[in-house]
T-cell receptor, first 112, second 111 residues
Framework: QKEVEQNSGPLSVPEGAIASLNCTYS??????FFWYRQYSGKSPELIMS????GDKEDGRFTAQLNKASQYVSLLIRDSQPSDSATYLCAEAPGGSQGNLIFGKGTKLSVKP | DGGITQSPKYLFRKEGQNVTLSCEQNLNHDAMYWYRQDPGQGLRLIYY???????QKGDIAEGYSVSREKKESFPLTVTSAQKNPTAFYLC??????????FGDGTRLSIL
């Protein structure tokens, strides 16, 4: 059974701090990884995708992928109260034709 | 505006009733997906379709049916065989092997 594991949280950080969200996956041949943000009562919104080892930066967001350790993370710099949401990690397992396996999400709370 | 439209936003099902959730996209995406989300849970795949007139079962297809007669449309029917239908239903679409984007979702409850 292919799985994506996330700490459910809640993760609480003060405004302006760095929030670090982590995710592990079981499928060694997975090629693509995604981070979605989901506000309470809303649908998920894609914020980052990463396909190769290393870091990928987009504004205040940095995704990090380590395929050897089967680990993907999301860093949010200068966290804002508006970043408070549940963050879903997803992978596209090898040969999945685009189907995604989602983790259960980590709830982030940024305190003013 | 380009996007994915789900309707209705809220839906109530009576005992023994089939209900159909609509999903339309004007992004010219080939692939469309249906997910179910229960409180505090991740998304679970119900059905997906890569091309018109073809679709595949996901992890929790029992009690659901779909059709893909047009590229833009991928309706989901929740049948009376689905004994626990209360959930948040999300439709997504994508170009093949590209990230998925979601509609606003439909909340289904039992009367």
């Amino acid at each position: 059974q292919k799985e994506v594991e996330q700490n459910s949280g809640p993760l609480s950080v003060p405004e302006g701090a760095i929030a670090s969200l982590n995710c592990t996956y079981s499928d060694r041949v997975s090629q693509s990884f995604f981070w979605y943000r989901q506000y309470s009562g809303k649908s998920p919104e894609l914020i980052m995708s990463i396909y190769s080892n290393g870091d990928k930066e987009d504004g205040r967001f940095t995704a990090q992928l380590n395929k050897a350790s089967q680990y993907v993370s999301l860093l949010i710099r200068d966290s804002q109260p508006s970043d408070s949401a549940t963050y879903l990690c997803a992978e596209a397992p090898g040969g999945s034709q685009g189907n995604l396996i989602f983790g259960k999400g980590t709830k982030l709370s940024v305190k003013p | 505006d380009g996007g994915i439209t789900q309707s209705p936003k809220y839906l109530f099902r009576k005992e023994g009733q089939n209900v159909t959730l609509s999903c339309e996209q004007n992004l010219n995406h080939d692939a469309m997906y249906w997910y179910r989300q229960d409180p505090g849970q991740g998304l679970r795949l119900i059905y997906y379709s890569q091309i018109v007139n073809d679709f595949q079962k996901g992890d929790i297809a029992e009690g659901y049916s779909v059709s893909r007669e047009k590229k833009e449309s991928f309706p989901l029917t929740v049948t009376s065989a689905q004994k626990n239908p209360t959930a948040f239903y999300l439709c997504a679409s994508s170009r093949l092997n590209q990230p998925q984007h979601f509609g606003d979702g439909t909340r289904l409850s039992i009367l």
